[in-house]
């Protein structure tokens, strides 16, 4: 009986997170075409297609759906047992603070995975704005932060000066319902998170600085009511890609709204004289949430 190669598997996974052979090619260290023949010996193994090819990247059919699954499974095993031939035993409580703006729709699946892999660790995740996880980076009541930065000037010379592990980039966009639509000469309403925000604070510094004329026409608690509120059309925003949820486009060019630079989302720093276990998880994560 065949078995499979998990390097394989690997860049199966990978490629299906991140939807094309070209972003995912980098994060595997391999050439665009290194990849490929690897999917191709997959396919070749499974006797089907697992992917369908597109312009705009690819996805899974039916088949590479079902042998996701198993992938994922297989890795998490693979990864127990090396862990337990080293010693390792993941357990205990530990406290993780992420931003809102972290993979909203794709975060609660990680964490999962998490759980069922390592039944004896117990992940206590807090939903915060960036601004306070950097705050209390020191000295904070969790074990483990995960930040967003806006790449803007002086920041994104200095990304990983502090020693924090980057887990990725992402583009920033103005975005509304795909039914909403800004008339020239009209004011531009926006849809905003609270002052705390820092993401909503740089906006609203740019927004000003362009001179371009906007109104606060709705202010939400969190990423779900923003989210709500755009969907009812009530104005436009301004999101990472892996916060928008369906329905929602980029606000099209011909409206005179400021360039946006990246974010970039990563893993705070370790405090002095951490538990051995948090330095551990720290490094799971790095690796799960790219």
């Not at 010693?87 to 406290?95: F, I, K, N």
């Not at 925003?237 to 892996?242: D, E």
């Amino acid at each position: 009986m065949a078995r499979f190669d998990l390097d394989h598997l690997h860049a199966l996974v990978t490629v299906a997170d991140v939807g094309s052979l070209s972003a995912a090619a980098p994060r595997l260290a391999r050439s665009q075409s290194a990849l490929s023949e690897q999917i191709r010996k997959l396919e070749e193994v499974c006797r089907t297609a697992l992917f369908v090819r597109a312009k705009s990247g690819v996805s899974l059919t039916p088949a590479g759906e079902r042998l996701l699954d198993h992938a994922r499974r297989l890795l998490a095993l693979n990864d127990a047992a090396f862990r337990d031939m080293q010693g390792v035993l993941l357990a205990g409580d530990l406290h993780l603070a992420i931003t809102d703006y972290f993979r909203p729709t794709a975060l609660p699946g990680i964490l999962k995975r998490l759980r069922e892999q390592y039944p004896r660790l117990h992940l206590h995740v807090s939903i915060r704005k960036s601004a306070l996880i950097e705050q209390d980076a020191g000295y904070g009541d969790y074990d483990i932060g995960l930040s967003m930065r806006i790449l803007d000037g002086a920041s994104s010379r200095r990304a990983h000066a502090d020693g924090r592990i980057p887990l990725r980039r992402e583009p920033l966009a103005w975005v509304a319902d795909r039914s909403f639509s800004v008339p020239a000469g009209v004011i531009v309403p926006l849809v905003v998170m609270p002052e705390t925000c820092s993401l909503q604070r740089f906006i609203l510094k740019i927004l000003k600085r362009e001179r371009t004329p906007y109104s606060i026409a709705h202010s939400a608690s969190g990423i779900g009511g923003l989210h709500l509120a755009l969907s009812a059309g009530l104005g436009v925003s301004c999101l990472n890609a892996s916060a928008m949820p369906p329905g929602l486009g980029v606000v099209a060019r011909d409206v005179a709204l400021p360039v946006l630079p990246e974010v970039e989302f990563s893993l705070l720093p370790p405090r002095a004289g951490e538990r051995a276990v948090v330095a551990e998880v720290r490094r799971l994560l790095a690796e799960q949430l790219k």
